[in-house]
């Protein structure tokens, strides 16, 4: 199973980037998808998930009222629309697949996971 993610990069603070994750429709179908981040030195923390209907969605407090996550699943893809960036943001972000269909905000209720991309928020 491949998740594959991307749209990270080098921001200033303050800027935006959408992330995104795709991968196959028999992974991606009923099942819950989230994203996660993991800065150097520092463990690997729930940022957002959504649910497979995409009604119900559950986000990080450092996050909230700053990112949005979304998904089209006639395109099986996933989103991470990121505004108003801070530094603290920076971190090698992984999209993952739940084995439920609910947003979990617990790494351990995630099946799959994708290689991860860059985000780089400069101050």
């Known amino acids: 199973v491949q998740l594959q993610a991307s749209g990270g990069g080098l921001v200033q603070a303050g800027g935006s980037l959408r992330l995104s994750c795709t991968t196959s429709r028999r992974t991606f179908s009923n099942n819950a998808v989230g994203w996660f981040r993991q800065a150097p030195g520092k463990e690997r923390e729930f940022v957002a998930a959504?649910?497979?209907?995409?009604?119900?969605?559950s986000y990080a407090d450092s996050v909230k009222g700053r990112f949005a996550i979304s998904r089209d699943n006639a395109k099986n893809m996933v989103y991470l629309q990121m505004n108003t960036l801070k530094p603290e943001d920076t971190g090698l972000y992984y999209c993952?697949?739940?084995?439920?269909?609910?947003?979990?905000?617990?790494?351990?209720?995630?099946?799959?996971w994708g290689q991860g991309t860059q985000v780089t928020v400069s101050s």
């Open positions: 993952a697949v739940a084995a439920k269909s609910y947003p979990s905000t617990t790494y351990r209720d995630y099946r799959y």
């Open positions: 959504i649910s497979w209907r995409g009604d119900d969605t």
